[in-house]
């Protein structure tokens, strides 16, 4: 059975971040987010809800992998959350 996870408030601006740096090193590869999506094997309207600031998106270690994956980065980098 699924449940699901209610996202803290302390951990906002965690998920804002990780979309941010995926914005950033998928823009410093030079893709666009249909080929971001296309390389990752997820969709572009994932790939667009996680990037965008205005609103939380669960992210699953497995889209993590995958992006990263496609971004030829290792994972840590996405998560490397900067004040």
Same mark, same amino acid.
């Given at each position: #059975?699924?449940?699901? #996870? !209610?996202?803290? !408030?302390?951990?906002?601006?965690?998920?804002?971040?990780?979309?941010?740096?995926?914005?950033?090193?998928?823009?410093?590869?030079?893709?666009?987010? %249909?080929?971001?999506?296309?390389?990752?094997?997820?969709?572009?309207?994932?790939?667009?809800?996680?990037?965008?600031?205005?609103?939380?998106?669960?992210?699953?270690?497995?889209?993590?992998?995958?992006?990263?994956?496609?971004?030829?980065? %290792?994972?840590?980098?996405?998560?490397?959350?900067?004040?």
């Amino acid at each position: #059975m699924s449940k699901t #996870m !209610k996202i803290s !408030k302390e951990n906002e601006f965690k998920y804002i971040q990780l979309g941010l740096n995926i914005a950033y090193y998928r823009k410093l590869q030079g893709y666009t987010q %249909e080929e971001l999506a296309e390389i990752s094997g997820l969709s572009r309207s994932h790939i667009s809800s996680i990037e965008a600031p205005n609103i939380i998106h669960n992210v699953s270690l497995e889209a993590i992998f995958c992006i990263s994956k496609a971004l030829n980065i %290792e994972p840590y980098k996405l998560l490397d959350f900067r004040e």
